[in-house]
């Protein structure tokens, strides 16, 4: 079993910056990729960024050249560094992991973003 634990959301006025981190622990024997999924309240959730074990990023076309997506050091850490904020992008961002050919998933943590 793979644990996820997101942390780094809060309350920011529009145009600010956060950084959600996302630590995965467990039974990990290997890691596909990582990444950061959001809901907002009445939406589907929908995929914000991915990055795989080799390094390879995607991004929803919503946050290119705002959001950032990143690997910690001991690769089983994931970083999401969010600027430029919008009041759309506040959503309950979920942190997801492709671990051994299985995804899990973390609690999630609110992001709101003022206007």
């Known amino acids: 079993q793979v644990q996820l634990v997101e942390s780094g959301g809060g309350l920011v006025q529009a145009g600010g910056s956060l950084r959600l981190s996302c630590a995965a622990s467990?039974?990990?024997?290997?890691?596909?990729?990582m990444g950061w999924y959001r809901q907002a309240p009445g939406k589907q959730r929908e995929l914000v960024a991915t990055?795989?074990?080799?390094?390879?990023?995607n991004y929803a076309d919503s946050v290119k050249g705002r959001f950032t997506i990143s690997r910690g050091n001991a690769k089983n850490t994931v970083y999401l560094q969010m600027n430029s904020l919008k009041p759309e992008d506040t959503a309950l961002y979920y942190c997801?992991?492709?671990?051994?050919?299985?995804?899990?998933w973390g609690q999630g943590t609110q992001v709101t973003v003022s206007s």
């Open positions: 997801n992991t492709l671990a051994s050919g299985r995804d899990y």
């Open positions: 467990g039974n990990i024997f290997r890691i596909d990729a």
């Open positions: 990055i795989t074990s080799g390094g390879t990023t």
